[in-house]
């Protein structure tokens, strides 16, 4: 079974320009999730989708970051105008939801890494 | 929301030892995960162990759900298992996991 893709694997942009990041779930996974993970810190969630709908996106910075998920299978991540801060790892993970509807075991992609100079 | 935190931050080993990596939490879970980051920075699942007890090789997790702690056992520890080890929680209340700040293994030979 293939795991969680992710591109592109690494990014260096300058401050104010824009970033996309690309991810595509496990299939089947109607859950979908974006991380962020800073330098010497455990992931933090910036967003998650069930199919095409928005969950939680209250720790998303909507000034400058957007993601969207059309079609319920793949997501974007944007960020734009970038800056210093926004250097760490994008981690993007997928969970099966079960019958009684709770969320189970979360997978992840192998995550960008993005530096903004 | 809940608080997910992780003992020892850093641990060094020489090969062949036993660790006890340990993680508190301060809310109900409905979900514990154990993952493995390796250098390249890949989140490895470890476990997924809402409660009970689990055994996988050289590595075991037991969760007490009533206490609100789950611990991670490594047995003769290789240089391979170097890295940082990630407890995630999610509480009854919240869709997503929540980590804690890891802990950074150092597995000498």
């Known amino acids: 079974e293939a795991g969680v893709a992710q591109s592109p694997r690494y990014k260096i942009i300058e401050k104010r320009q824009s970033v996309a990041f690309w991810c595509n779930p496990i299939?089947?996974?109607?859950?979908l999730y974006w991380y962020q993970q800073i330098l010497g810190q455990g992931p933090k969630l910036l967003i998650q989708?069930?199919?095409?709908?928005?969950?939680?996106d209250s720790q998303l910075p909507k000034d400058r970051f957007s993601a969207e998920r059309l079609k319920g299978v793949d997501s974007t991540l944007k960020i734009q105008p970038a800056k210093l801060e926004d250097s760490a790892v994008y981690l993007c993970a997928s969970s099966l939801i079960s019958r009684s509807g709770s969320y189970n075991e979360q997978f992840f992609g192998p995550g960008t890494r993005l530096t903004v100079l | 929301g809940i608080q997910v935190e992780q003992s020892p931050p850093d641990l060094i080993l020489q090969e062949g030892a036993n660790s006890t990596l340990r993680c508190n939490f301060s809310d109900s879970v409905n979900n514990l995960q154990w993952f493995h980051q390796n250098p390249w920075g890949q989140l490895i699942n470890l476990f997924y162990?809402?409660?009970g007890t689990k055994q996988n090789g050289r590595l075991s997790a037991t969760t007490v759900a009533t206490e609100r702690y789950s611990l991670l056992y490594i047995s003769s520890s290789q240089t391979t298992d170097s890295g940082v080890y990630f407890c995630a929680a999610r509480d009854t209340g919240r869709r997503a996991l929540t980590f804690g700040s890891g802990t950074r293994l150092q597995v000498q030979p």
């Open positions: 299939s089947g996974h109607a859950t």
């Open positions: 989708f069930q199919n095409n709908g928005v969950v939680d």
């Open positions: 162990i809402p409660s």
